[in-house]
């Protein structure tokens, strides 16, 4: 008799964290259902969640050990690979533990992602380990951190449905977080005023209320003229300034130079339609303020993210429902990653490498069975950091756990010398991708729908997974692969030994406090548990900030930012800024492209450019273009559109045969967040 069973799970594709369910057939996935129940989705999926399935039982999955050899792979066996992954980085290690480096995987369940971090720091005493937030969402984390004392979303998804005014900035959330996307509109039918800024007139920006069209990277120009507007007009919220924060007369000296004028020549906004934002904003009984990768992907990136936490604080929209700052993260689980402690400044729930007493804690509470943890207070190398010491022969070592940085890290060409220059790349992933075929090693491990765990959403939400179907013979769950080199290692199995990704669950909830509530009982349930959540008894709600900011005094924290604008500017070589984005129907690509339905919707990259620009260059609809930077060179369809402003061309990253990262700058560096500038350099485009 045919068994058709449905198991509950998290899409994995963006950090809305939609439910779902898996149809399981005979032991195998065939298909998706949304959760009917789920407070967050409300039995909804965009196409990604519905169709994105179809990658997990394809025949290219990994099953065994890959190991290179004059530059070809053969099949090893998983103690060979093991054993050669553990002596290699406890040679590296033991030498000088900084010439290792741990890339966790922010699609991972969190308990994997926990193991990453303990693996580098337990086994290989380093702190250089990260995760791609640092090219997505760092800057949220370094802004929100300095600003309002934690770098997450202030408020919980359905507080957006309260809001009387949504001002939506660099987020094309329609098409990159589409359940979040018809909140959006939930609350355009609750009355709500959506205002969408953007340099191209995106999905997102076609449903708003009004669009705004602006130059990209000029986003502190903008909201410090707002600022001033709303100071000018005397709309700031006085009371909440005194009682809950601190420096605001330095910001306010600082936005003085800002008039509408000046904010107009930097930004292409037109003066009035400045003012008429900030007196909108300013005047709305319940502000929020969205954004996603259009804010941080700048080397001003964490300026922005404060800008907007300049904007909340001035006018009170913080602490309440419908109000706060609400940034869109990008993978499912990016949020967990941040909250594992997947970052060489922070140990899992935010604690702080460089405070002495914390890292001590940690000692101790790693070391023992005559083994001794000895970890350094100084924060280790960020995700930027270890490519670039890659490149430059001081990195030995390097792990990448289901990461693929040949196509989403800036300049694929330095990507690549970078991991050529390791002496061992290990790869642990489900599919020979782009970046596991530059390694040294490949571990094949379990998928998504194969092992139990949880994901955090970008609402700070906690939801548990359910294996659905047993991983292809031959692929290991992450966190036992990680595991064992721990052991070989030579770390106490003692140390180092779970029976399941729940007894992981329970060591992180002994060392993060703001998940310490989290019970089993009250997290496996549909509405599952936000963070903080301090104890058993406390209701885990979403809303952050109502009383008191994060700090230890308490108090937000206004920050005086000046207008930077992009590192690389057009001249008459390369006179177009190149911005880069995310479509409807893809994401990783090793995922996304892998799923029939998805790839035959959009089966390879494309260029969108003006109709003018287009027109200058003799260039037509469809026709293959050339489009080439400082760094590299690509042949690509054109899009000739009028929704993107003149001077300024987008290409989606998934591509790898069209790949925008061939032509994006590595060197442009956020000296606050350690972010590359992914949404603006500077190319050319030509007809072939
Ligand atoms: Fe998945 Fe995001 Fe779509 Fe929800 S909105 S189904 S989480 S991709």
Redesign the pocket.
Known sequence: MVEIKYVPS?????????G?NFVVKDGKIIGVE?YKRHP??EG???????F?YQFINREDRLTTPLIKENGEFREASWDEALDLVANKLKEVSDEDPNKVGFYACARSPNENIYITQKLARVACGTQNVDHCARICHGPTVAGLATTFGSGAMTNGFDSIKEADYIFCIGSNNMEA?????RKMIQAKQNGAKLVVLDPRFTPTAKIADEYVQFETGTDVALMNAMIKVIIDEGLQDDEFIANRTKGYEEMKETVQKYTLEMASEITGIKPEVIKKLAIDYASADKAAIVYSLGITEHSHGADNVMSTANLAMLTGNIGKQGTGVNPLRGQ?NVQGACDMGALPSDYVGYRKVKDPETTAWFNDYYSGYGYEVNLPTTPGLTLVEMMNAAHAGDLKVLYIHGEDPVLSDADVQHTKEALENLEMLVVQECFLTDTAQCADVVLPAAGWGEQEGTFT?GERRVQCLHKAQEPPEGAWLDWKIMEEIAVRMGVPRELFHYESAQDIFEEIRECAPIMAGMNRERLDTPEALHWPCPSEDDPCQPLMHKEKFAHPDGLGVFQALEHKGPVETVDDEYPLLLTTTRILFH?HAAMTRRCETLNNEVKTGFIEINSKDAAERGIINGEVVRAFSRRGEIAIPARVTDDIREGIVNIPMHFVECAANVLTNSDSFDPKSKMVELKACAIQVEKF
Do not use: A
Not at 10 to 18: Q, R, V, W
Not at 44 to 50: A, E, F, S, T, Y
């Open positions: 998290i899409c994995p594709y963006c950090g809305t964290g939609c779902i949304p967050v989705n909804k999926v965009c196409p990604k969640g519905n994105g977080h589409p359940l979040f996307g499912n959403s994401y």
